[in-house]
């Protein structure tokens, strides 16, 4: 017996494969009459829904899969959030795979496994893997789009946001009110966007003619800790600066708690400025001035990239960069403010 794919089924019934695939997935947009008529087409040829046997027969997995950092965040949530609207609409299952890239070889497991067939390709969020693992990949898995990591654009898809000019519009708006010692807490600097936005901050410094203050650099990570403990040291300076600027949301709002510590007033005393605008950055107190990244954009974007390597399609490159932009909300003031 011949093993039909969904392409012979939408072939037989005289739709697309995107309805047939709906139609499969028990989706409820499709009409009654072409529903019945795509599973008419299944019983005369004896289709049987089993992905194995759609591999076997050479025919997509029409799936996709992600994988995201383990840590939750607005971050996590709004990427894939994104992904998966392209995919609904083109009819691909999302498998979502949350892991940290490190020495455990979990995530690489799951993205062998993935590579056997049970996905047409995978978008890659999380930013920690190396350029010489994420090549290896692209030579031996399924096609790969990556999400914030452009350091091996010339050679695999990528999607990213504009880390450098936001970091540098964020210092420059600093600048204009009055801050000259500003503190960065940086993210990770062996990630992409770790050492874009810490480049962003030296450019706005090298803009205006001024001498960057290494000792107000705290090398950190874009997690809550390390915004807690920047913050500290940062503010255990001899002369600590009037505003901090954190890589990261997260890392914001656990600068919040240690500046409350500190008894220290946001932004009357101390002016604090994020980056990424996750959900909760509006719902602060006060809501967090921050730089805004398009993640559902960027997850959208990634997807839309992937789809078409997985069907062929041309592209207009192999990078594509989104904009950032300034959120000015309750969290800075001028650096005279202080009373």
């Known amino acids: 017996m011949k093993n039909h794919t969904i392409r012979d089924v939408a072939r037989e019934a005289g739709v697309s494969v995107s309805t047939a695939s709906r139609v499969l997935n028990n989706r409820p947009d499709v009409a009654k009459e072409t529903r019945e008529r795509v599973q008419a087409a299944m019983e005369r040829l004896v289709y049987v829904a089993n992905p194995s046997a759609r591999r076997l027969a050479g025919a997509k997995a029409h799936a996709v899969g992600l994988l995201l950092p383990g840590y939750g965040s607005g971050y996590t949530m709004e990427t894939m959030r994104g992904v998966a609207q392209v995919l609904r609409e ?4 999302l498998i979502a795979y ?27 969020a999380i ?12 030579r ?37 009110l009055g801050h000259r010692r500003i503190g960065l807490i940086t993210g990770e600097l062996h990630i992409p966007a770790g050492a874009d936005r810490l480049a962003g901050y030296r450019q706005a410094y090298h803009d205006a003619g001024l001498q960057v203050d290494e000792e107000l650099i705290y090398r950190g990570s874009f997690r809550r800790a390390a915004g807690y403990e920047g913050t500290l040291a940062l503010m255990a300076l001899p002369k600590p600066p009037t505003a901090i600027f954190a890589s990261s949301d997260a890392a914001a709002f656990s600068a919040m708690d240690a500046l409350h510590v500190l008894n220290l007033r946001i932004p009357q005393d101390v002016s604090l400025l994020g980056f990424d605008d996750i959900p909760a950055a509006a719902e602060s107190h006060p809501p967090l001035t921050t730089i805004h990244q398009p993640f559902l954009k960027i997850g959208r974007a990634a997807a839309e990239m992937l789809l078409r390597v997985i069907e062929g399609k041309p592209m ?20 005279d403010l202080a009373t």
Do not use: K
Request: glycine content about 8%; aromatic content about 6%; some cysteine.
């Open 90 to 93: 083109a009819s691909y299952d």
């Open 98 to 124: 949350f892991a940290e890239w490190d020495r455990s070889g979990q995530e690489r497991a799951a993205v062998a496994s993935l590579g056997r067939g049970a996905v047409d390709g995978l978008v890659i």
């Open 127 to 138: 930013p920690h893997s190396s350029d010489e693992e994420l090549l290896e990949l692209a």
């Open 140 to 176: 031996h898995g399924p096609p790969l789009v990556l999400v914030d990591h452009h350091s091996v654009a010339d050679q695999v898809p990528a999607v990213a946001c504009t880390n450098t000019a936001g970091a540098l519009e964020g210092t420059r708006y600093l600048f204009s």
């Open 316 to 335: 207009d490159g192999l990078y594509q960069e989104l904009p950032t932009r300034l959120m000015v909300r309750g969290t800075c003031a001028r650096a």
